[in-house]
């Protein structure tokens, strides 16, 4: 027994040594990879700009960046404010010669894909270059790599120029194969997020809706590389539909590219253009790198001891009850956060800047709820990002003010909910049955063990209909339009921003530093800070716990499941969606 107690109490010894060394090693490395993040940029230096991972609309708190241990995302990804802010600042920087748009995937929404744009546009107003290269284009890439002076191709690279389209995934057939049905109940004739899972193709209804945003987003698309390439609109709609790029020798005779490079040319040739010596390195500098010095330069604990302020709210991701992360919108975070800006005097404006599908009804009523207070004390705008559509513009339509993107997909004015009914696959496919007491006629209400009877349907289409009127009579009031018209235009369907413009929905056409300055305007000041809400939690300890389970697991999925995982995902969502009653978009929007 005494060399038992030996054992143990030299094991817990051993145990309890190896997790202090371990959380000694793991300080060690933090503190290595986030201390002096200042990099010293040389004269006549490029920016160098790769867009590789999805862009979020902020940068995630990350004090891994840059390290690969446990499975942790070690990667600097930056968010979209950190990427307009670059680009604003290489502006005007006197080291920055000019921006090398290097090969990028340009995962992110269209949305995104026009701010950074937008930002490049300006960019090129302080005479500065940029130079676009890839191996291989896809059309959103290309999009953005049109404003460049020069686009260049490697002779033996990949050029996608061949139209829209989107796909939708019906999972019925295989429902019925397992014995499961999905009872259904929605208002709205365009409300289509339940037809993968109730039919097997699109519904007439659907299908008109997604050629009408489908064809909107195009005709955007197409002007807006017309107006960058100089070739007529109507001959890029013609060099896509006839298929005529499938070489990089086709894309450069329709000059949709300058010139056929492989990398070493374009890095002789931006030495060229920066006065560099073809024998010494090119001097360039990363993005992660480069909002480093931006960080360093005007830190948040700074920014908010200024006496004018304007908040951004955040709110990205499907709206659910509770605090959210930086993927999701949880009423409680944001509800809070909009409530801490509301009080603060600092703040003189707020904008709430909105990229989300939707999500639960009463996680977006209560969000409405603290958007109409906040607008009885002080300017609220909403600036919309890649989608802004069902609980997404229902948390939007009280504020004084709407600016979308062009290519925003908004709109979706409906609600649903659904049941699911297992009883066939309980029964017949796996031979399980079922057997109880109840005290009351609907005391088993949701059970989906069995099928919904006609009063339950009745009470749960009741609570729909519920839903949708006070949908539709919260945008008629902050709209100021009849509650009669919005249910014209509503009924479920999308729009993008430029067709959201003209029927109401939206006030204009912008990005968010437009949102920022008309935020401003009508908070009447001209020097202001902007601070981010809602704070991200920035306990490294807390980082890793939450990190290394979520990641590892994602990590894997992914890994296993490569492009198949936004499958998985749909899947996953749609047990969210039996928990209540959603405003939500349609289904995930895939546009190639």
Known sequence: MKQFFKFVFATMVGIILTSIILIVLLIGIVVAARGDKHVEIDSDSILHIAFTHEIPE?????????????????????????????????????????????QSYMLSGQATTEEIRDALIDFKKSGKFIIAYSEAYNQSFYYLASVADKVYINPKGIFEFKGFSSQITFLKGALDKLGIEIQVVKVGTYKSAVEPLILTKMSDANKMQVNSYLGSLYDYYLTGISNSRKISKDSLFNIANNYSIQTPEDALKYKLVDGLRYKDEILDELKQRTGISAKKDLHSVEMGDYVSNNSADDGDDDKKTIKNQIAIVYASGEINSGDGDDNTIGSESISKALRKVRLDDHVKAVVLRVNSPGGSSL????????????????????????????????????ADSIIAEPNTITGSIGIFAIIPNLQRLFNDKLGITFDGVKTG?????????????????????????????????????????????????????????????????VDRLGTINDAIHAAAKKANIKKYTVVPYPEQKKGVFNKFSSDINT?????????????????????????????TPQMRMPYDIVIR
């Open 58 to 102: 902020r940068t995630p708190y990350n004090p891994f960046a840059g390290l690969d241990f446990l499975g942790l995302d070690g990667d600097k990804t930056l968010g979209l404010n950190d990427i307009l802010a670059n680009i604003k600042k290489a502006k005007t920087d006197d080291n920055i010669k000019g921006i090398f748009l290097d």
């Open 363 to 398: 996680a977006s009523d209560v969000i409405w709820r603290e958007v109409m207070l906040t607008k009885k004390v002080k300017p609220i705008i909403v600036s919309m990002g890649d989608l802004a559509a069902s609980g997404g513009y229902y948390i939007s339509c009280a």
């Open 441 to 505: 006629k609907y005391a088993d209400w949701g059970d989906i063990s069995r099928p919904l009877s006609p009063e339950e349907k009745l009470i749960l289409q009741n609570s729909v209909n519920r839903g949708y009127d006070d949908f539709t009579k919260a945008v008629a009031e902050g709209r100021h339009k009849t509650q009669a018209y919005i249910n014209s235009i509503g009924q479920g369907r999308v729009w993008t921003g430029k067709q959201a413009v003209k029927i109401g929905l």
């Open 551 to 579: 990641q590892m697991k994602a990590h894997f999925v992914k890994s296993e499941l490569g492009d198949n995982y936004r499958y998985y995902e749909q899947i996953k969502g749609v047990t969210q969606m039996m928990k």
